[in-house]
C-alpha cells in the first residue's frame, strides 16, 4: 500500500552537521527527529509516513492496527525483554545515534 505524508517531512541539518529529517507528528505541534535513511527504510517496509505523539513517544501504523513505536523499530527490537532508552532523554529525538537498547529488569 503507497500512500503519501499527511504532514510533509523537513530536511534540515542537526547541529552535529548530519543530515536529519524533521517529521511533523499528529496530534501535537512537534517535530520528531530522525535519520533519512531509517525513515525511508521504514516507510519502504510498509510503515505509513504519517506518524503521532502519543504519551511521549513517537508511533506509527503498520495497516494492521497496530502503532508501534518507532525508536523500537529503528533498533529492530521486538518483544518485552528490551527497551529502548534515548541518550538525551528526549523522546522526540529518534536518531539512531541517540538510542539504546537496554534489557528490561525483571524482579524476583
Avoid at 505509513?48 to 529492530?76: E, F, G, Y
Amino acid at each position: 500500500m503507497t500512500i503519501k505524508p499527511l504532514r510533509t517531512p523537513v530536511r534540515a541539518t542537526d547541529r552535529d552537521g548530519k543530515a536529519v529529517l524533521l517529521i511533523p507528528l499528529a496530534n501535537s505541534d512537534k517535530l520528531a527527529k530522525v535519520f533519512p535513511e531509517d525513515y525511508d527504510r521504514l516507510v519502504a517496509g510498509g510503515y505509513s509516513p504519517n506518524w503521532c505523539w502519543n504519551v511521549r513517544t513517537v508511533k506509527v501504523s503498520d495497516w494492521k492496527h497496530n502503532t508501534p513505536r518507532v525508536a523500537r523499530l529503528i533498533m529492530d527490537v521486538e518483544g518485552p525483554a528490551f527497551q529502548v532508552r534515548h541518550r538525551d532523554r528526549d523522546p522526540l529525538n529518534i536518531r539512531r545515534d541517540n538510542l539504546i537498547v537496554k534489557p528490561v529488569k525483571t524482579h524476583r
